[in-house]
């Protein structure tokens, strides 16, 4: 399964104390611009779309976008924070295209999830909605987004998503943001023995025999001897075996990876260039990454600087590299 990453929206009906997400600004993207990408997509192999946001029913022509997708024969995937469960209903009957459905939960008590979500009663909404999909046989993910407020309760999630039927975990971590308006994320950031401790308990957890369907992703690897890993490896963005990822952020730009802050730095949009051109922008710059990682490792630069195996790299060096062109 090859993915193409669709940011349909900015909107939410959440406002997460972790969130990079430029959630002040009301973008969607246009659903016409669809219709003339995913036939380049699928020439290049891309066979699913992954819905994310923002929350992607949020956005007003969300099902019509949805039908777009399918009447292309592609699979669909979503990211949601489950609070708003009547705005998935209608793809009961469409489970066949559907790949999974992912939910947020950060906490294994309503406290603690809805502390980190900044609203009560989500906790609630996530659990319904969970169990719902889990009734009409749709494949459901949880997603732990851990940070100092709930890397406690890393087996506690797990063994509540067991109960409520999912079986399938994703791990994230905070990732670092600064928003216009200044608020910052800092307070819930991981250090990185606390992120190598996560990682082990979570190992722990799947060696002991409960063999859950775990995925930790670039977000928690910030050392590499804590995911086993070697060193001149990354994510599957970066990974010199993986053909690029992309994005397509609201603004209908695209992007290398939808974890890079608030709409990510784009290499083109849409709307004056095709997607194959701007497909092999993004591997251009990922590749330019992937030497100057090489280059730090080689002279032993990275030493102290934290986010190195993690998705601070990315966003500290496109980041650079933005800022440094506007100056030209």
Not at 193 to 198: P, T, V
């Amino acid at each position: 399964m090859r993915q193409l990453v669709l940011h349909n929206t900015n909107v939410c009906n959440l406002q997460c104390k972790h969130c990079f997400r430029d959630f002040d600004k009301n973008c969607n993207i246009d659903t016409t611009l669809l219709s003339s990408v995913l036939p380049d997509a699928i020439k290049i192999g891309y066979d699913s779309v992954v819905f994310t946001g923002g929350e992607p029913c949020m956005h007003p022509e969300f099902k019509k976008q949805f039908d777009i997708i399918v009447e292309h024969g592609m699979g669909v995937s979503i990211v949601s924070n489950g609070f708003n469960l009547d705005g998935y209903k209608f793809i009961a009957d469409y489970k066949k295209h559907i790949n999974f459905v992912a939910f947020s939960l950060d906490g294994s008590t309503a406290s603690t999830h809805d502390t980190q979500r900044n609203k009560d009663g989500v906790f609630d909404s996530v659990l319904e909605s969970a169990k719902w999909m889990v009734e009409q046989g749709i494949s459901v993910r949880f997603t732990m987004c851990i940070s100092k407020i709930n890397q406690h309760q890393i087996e506690d999630v797990y063994a509540l998503a067991k109960s409520v039927g999912v079986n399938d975990m994703i791990y994230i971590s905070v990732i670092s943001c600064n928003h216009g308006s200044g608020k910052t994320n800092s307070d819930l950031l991981l250090s990185n023995a606390e992120k190598d401790g996560c990682v082990s308990r979570i190992n722990k957890m799947y060696y002991s025999g409960i063999k859950p369907n775990i995925i930790y992703t670039a977000s928690l690897n910030d050392n590499a001897s804590a995911s086993e890993r070697p060193l001149v490896e990354f994510c599957s963005s970066l990974n010199l075996d993986y053909s690029p990822a992309i994005t397509i952020n609201p603004s209908g730009e695209v992007v290398m990876c939808c974890d890079l802050v608030h709409n990510g730095i784009s290499v083109g949009s849409l709307k004056n260039n095709t997607f194959i051109d701007l497909y092999y922008k993004v591997g251009d710059m990922q590749d330019r990454l992937k030497k100057l990682r090489r280059k730090m490792i080689a002279s032993g630069e990275y030493v102290g600087f934290a986010g190195f195996n993690s998705c601070e790299f990315c966003n500290t060096y496109i980041t650079k590299e933005e800022k440094e062109n506007k100056e030209v």
